[in-house]
């Protein structure tokens, strides 16, 4: 509602106006003397008839307006006083009901309302539709997709929800004004929630449309080098810069599992995931600083001998028979002859592409290498590669716990599989890599936010630096509460929370780290 001037019955003659959001706008400007200095009961009654048949002829729903009850003599007593004002009062509201109930809703809503809504309500409503052709412009939208575990649909399905029920309880607001007002309070915060759930569905959606624009350009590329047709290294570049932009942000480690309807994009995730591990693994490191990007490339091209296999090879949810073995043993072989073509003047990615199946025991393939005929760029990237397949999702098996996938890549270096050295470089991860969602000693649940920095960083995988987002009782926390496991030994994280387990309890605020 929005009411102009001052009420009747002051101590001046005003006018009064009342404005509808339907862009027609009623005025009414009667003048009245001062109430306090009419003796005249007649002309009182008189004036109000003559405003009341104004307002019949304005509007349709004239019947609404009150019929002000017959007036008693005027006595100096104060008690008449009181009852001369409340009478006053009573007329006012009643004028201004009957205004407000001609009010319509907004064309094109398709809501039943069965009262006449003030314009904060009519507001409130409009911006209720806003939102909810946003939620349907992103259903619309194939990132979205249709599984109902993942979190973003959980997302979308709760603000649609909240929005229906805000519609539900528009369709039931009482008549009067004042009660009106009280509801809007409610509905405007409900709405502000839906608009915050909103932009965070929106993040999570550009996010998750980064990822997949790279995993397609990754995997065109890849495409291109195995059927030899031309394709610019800038191209594989900008892939790597986004990867390494990502390490700098300290975003979130994600090793999702490979897409299975395309071998060349399954490809792509799991280069995509190798060439992340590797990029954590290198960061700060003096032996590396200026060929960040070199080692990167390498990471993301390393399978591309892959890409030449048959597609149930690639996305087969079972054991290798003894055949599909040797066909997949070869293309480590095949993807340096590619490589070649890639770069004409040779590059160390072209042995990291032919050796990253070899083992430092002599125990890999494709030709049986030990330790001092491979590189120290080629082991590292074996050990991102045997990380992150660890920790990745497969298609006839569930990702590992990133804590055991580092303690089984460890385990195979103390071996002598792997490089024990560059096995090491791991630990920059920590056993819980950033965007991990824990569980601290105490029952509070955490997010991974950092890891350990300095010369006695490696020294404690199992402290990173995490911040509190739910405290031992369930209650969010009053504010951010960071703790840095390493200077406070008696708080330590006791496991990582299951993807279940984060859906639930993050994955309405924070789906990227679903």
Known sequence: MVYYGNPLGTSKSRAWNVAGSTGEILRLTPKFADFNNMTDTKELLHKIAALRLRLDRDHTRGRDLVRPAETTPRRSDAAAMLEDKVRRGTAEQAL?????????????????????????????LQRARDLLHGLKALADDPILGRDENDSLVELHRAAASAIEGVLRVVQALPSG???QLRHCDGLETILDVVADRLEILKAGMRSRSETISRTDRLADALRRIAASQPVSVQAVEQVAEEVLNDVRQKRPLRLAAPPTDDPARAVAAHCLAVAQVFAHAIQDDAEWRGREREGVVAALVHDVGMVRLPAEIVVQARSLTDEQRRLVERHALAGAQMLLKFWPGGSWAID???????RCDGTGYPRGKSDVQLSDEVKLVTVCDVYAALAAPRPWRAAL???TALTETLLLADRGSLDKRQAERLLHL???PIGSVVELDDGSIAVVVGSQTGPGALLHPARPVVTVIREAFGQAPAGPRWLDLAAQR?????????????????????????
């Open 177 to 179: 004004p004042s009660a």
């Open 430 to 432: 920590s056993y819980y």
């Open 96 to 124: 201004l009901d009957g205004a407000l109930r001609s009010f319509e809703a907004p064309e094109g809503l398709n809501v039943n309302v069965p009262v006449r809504l003030i314009p904060r309500a009519a507001r409130l």
């Open 352 to 358: 990291v592409a032919a050796d990253h199946h070899e």
């Open 490 to 514: 008696q708080r330590s994280i006791v496991r990582s929370l299951t993807p279940q387990e984060r859906r639930q309890l993050v994955g309405r605020l924070y789906p990227e780290l679903v």
């Open 401 to 403: 716990e990133p804590r």
